[in-house]
């Protein structure tokens, strides 16, 4: 089985506020390697070249903290998610 097979097995119960922030202007001054578009294993980073912002899918967060050891200029703060909240691994 290959690995986005078994991602797809997971289950996810989604607050309504996301565990994870980003500092907007921490990453227009002072990153310009956009790690956190790469490292993410859910793939949950996007970059808006119109408005040069950094996003983030929340929902499918796997909660493994990558993106935030990823991001050399501390711009993004992660914490798990509040109780009852976040994924849920089917598959080991």
């Not at 929902?59 to 992660?78: D, F, S, V, Y």
């Not at 798990?80 to 994924?87: A, D, I, R, S």
Request: net charge negative.
């Amino acid at each position: 089985m290959k690995i986005e097979e078994k991602l797809a097995l997971n289950a996810f119960k989604t607050d309504r506020e996301s565990h994870i922030k980003i500092n907007q202007e921490i990453c227009r001054k002072a990153c310009k390697t956009r790690y956190c578009l790469y490292v993410c294993p859910g793939h949950l980073y996007s970059y808006d070249e119109d408005r040069a912002e950094i996003s983030v899918e929340f929902a499918g967060c796997l909660e493994c903290g990558t993106c935030m050891i990823a991001c050399r200029e501390g711009a993004i703060e992660w914490s798990y998610p509040k109780g009852e909240f976040g994924v849920q691994y089917r598959y080991g």
